[in-house]
């Protein structure tokens, strides 16, 4: 699992929290378990990522709104050079090198895949 994808699981939550409990076997049919992943899809689309990472403790502490090294703090990810150059190159930029100028690209860039795979952003913040 990539870095982004620990950023995405930590405001949509990982694969485990989502996935319900086994059924007794029998007990729910194909078709019933087909429309509950439907809608935890759809669910999972309309998530507000400005409302989850507000809620996350700490986040008034944070200038996550701007700052790839306090969003990254605030999903309990490092925020190491390494890791945001290794982030970096998960968005398509291998001439990464920590500077102000790559930091707000990166932070904009990771908002924006955030937003590009069904989360809410508000404009102000892509």
Known sequence: MGIFSSIKNAIWGSEEEKTPEKPQEGAVTAAVAAAAA??????QSSVDVEAVLDAKPGADALN??????????LVGLDPSFDNRKELAGEMG??????????NIWLHKKVLQELSANGGKVPADLL
């Open 64 to 73: 996550w709104r701007t700052s790839i090294v306090d969003l990254m703090k």
């Open 93 to 102: 930029r291998a001439d990464y090198g920590g500077s102000a100028e790559d």
């Open 38 to 43: 439907a809608a935890g899809a759809a669910a």
